[in-house]
Each structure stands twice: as structure tokens, then as C-alpha cells.
């Protein structure tokens, strides 16, 4: 099965701990991308990657991180720099960034909340 | 930045009955989808659609770039079409691909 997936679909995190979400896919696509979605809004880009061991900030990037090691992974760390870090985390990918070819899918999420 | 704006914000159907959705918005784009958000959070692809008009089932869209505007039309409604429909566009010319979201329809069908 191709797709998007996504681990843990719950975490639950302390002040003051970091945190990592996973996102993986077998698409084969080159683009990745992290949105965070608050409740009754839309989804905002916090990183996206075009290409392995690249990536750029999205709109609201403060007090997270990622990496591109390899083309199938991008996993998100929350740090504790976040002020607001509790909402619903959702990975998205596409054949390419930009274009015709930026159709995206997007996995199941994460819901993080901080206790 | 580009404005995505999404109409009505909220909808009650019966069920059976027909709906259209719509997103304005405030720039040219090179990408345009709808999703179906589920009530488990998941975003469900419906139609990639720049422009142009496409169908699915009960379900179609119709792109006007040159206007602005996007339709979702949802035909002879069921309960497990409730949830939430997003409307996002890209950042025309713009490298990062990234998509912008409308704050979305929620959509309630009552048996």
C-alpha cells in the first residue's frame, strides 16, 4: 500500500520537553511538508523539504526543527521554545514543490497535546 | 499573501439534498484542491483543480482562474459526507509549493 504515515497518533508532552513527530512515505515523492492545524481554522506550513537534506521555513516555524536524511522521512521536532505546541500535526507530500506537480496527500496526523 | 476565503462557514443539510460550496481567491494559482476533512482528522483528497471542471460520483468542481473562484458541488447528500471541506491554493510562481487553506465549510447532513 502507498501512502503517508504517521506515528504517534497521540503524544502527550511536559513543559519544557522536546518532542519528535514521524512522517514517513513510499510515494517515491520528492517534496515533504509539516501544517499544523488549530481548532475551527485551516492548516498552517511550518517546514517543507523539495529535496533530500534540503528544507526551508513555512509560515510559522518558531520553535521547530526538522530533518531530510533520506527522501522517505521528515520527522518534526517540537521544542520547548514553542510557546503554544498543543494542536493536530499533519504531513504532507507531493511529487514535486511548485507547479503542476504539487497535488499533495497528507497522512493521518498527530494530535500533541502539553500537560 | 494570497487571501483564500471559504462560503458558508457552516451548512446543514438534510439528507438527499443538494450543496455548493465555494472559495474565493485574491491571486492567480498553479494549484488548487478540496479536501474532505473526516471526523478523525484526515484530509481526504477530492480534486486537484487549477481549472476546468471535474466530476467524481456525487461530487464535482469548477475552477474560473480568471475570476478567482472555485465550486464544490455535492449531489443528493449523505451522512457520511458531514465533516469539513477545505479549500487550498498555492503561491503562484512561488518555489515552495506550499499550500494555503481556507478556514473551511463544515458540513452537517441529518438523516
Known amino acids: 500500500d502507498g501512502g503517508i504515515t504517521q506515528s504517534p497518533k497521540y503524544l502527550f508532552r511536559k513543559e519544557g520537553q522536546n518532542v519528535t513527530l514521524s512522517c514517513e512515505q513510499n510515494?517515491?515523492?520528492?517534496?515533504m511538508y509539516w501544517y499544523r492545524q488549530d481548532p475551527g481554522q485551516g492548516l498552517r506550513l511550518i517546514y517543507y523539504?523539495?529535496?533530500?537534506?534540503?528544507?526551508q521555513k513555512g509560515d510559522i516555524a518558531e520553535g521547530y526543527s526538522v530533518s531530510r536524511e533520506k527522501k522517505e522521512s521528515f520527522p518534526l521536532t517540537v521544542t520547548s521554545a514553542q510557546k503554544n505546541p498543543t494542536a493536530f500535526y499533519l504531513c504532507?507530500?507531493?511529487?514535486?514543490?511548485?507547479?503542476?506537480?504539487?497535488?499533495?496527500?497528507f497522512g493521518p496526523g498527530t494530535r500533541l497535546t502539553v500537560l | 499573501g494570497i487571501q483564500v476565503e471559504q462560503s458558508p462557514p457552516d451548512l446543514i443539510l438534510q439528507e438527499g439534498a443538494n450543496s455548493t460550496l465555494r472559495c474565493n481567491f485574491s491571486d492567480s494559482v498553479n494549484n488548487l484542491q478540496w479536501f474532505h476533512q473526516n471526523p478523525w482528522g484526515q484530509l481526504i483528497n477530492l480534486f486537484y483543480i487549477p481549472s476546468g471542471t471535474k466530476q467524481n460520483g456525487r461530487l464535482s468542481a469548477t475552477t474560473v482562474a480568471t475570476e478567482r473562484y472555485s465550486l464544490l458541488y455535492i449531489s443528493s447528500s449523505q451522512t457520511t459526507d458531514s465533516g469539513v471541506y477545505f479549500c487550498a491554493v498555492d503561491n503562484y510562481g512561488g518555489s515552495q509549493g506550499n499550500l494555503i487553506f481556507g478556514k473551511g465549510t463544515k458540513l452537517s447532513v441529518k438523516p
Open positions: 523539504s523539495q529535496i533530500v537534506n534540503d528544507f
Open positions: 504532507a507530500s507531493s511529487i514535486a514543490a511548485g507547479g503542476p506537480y504539487n497535488e499533495q496527500f
Open positions: 510515494l517515491n515523492h520528492d517534496a
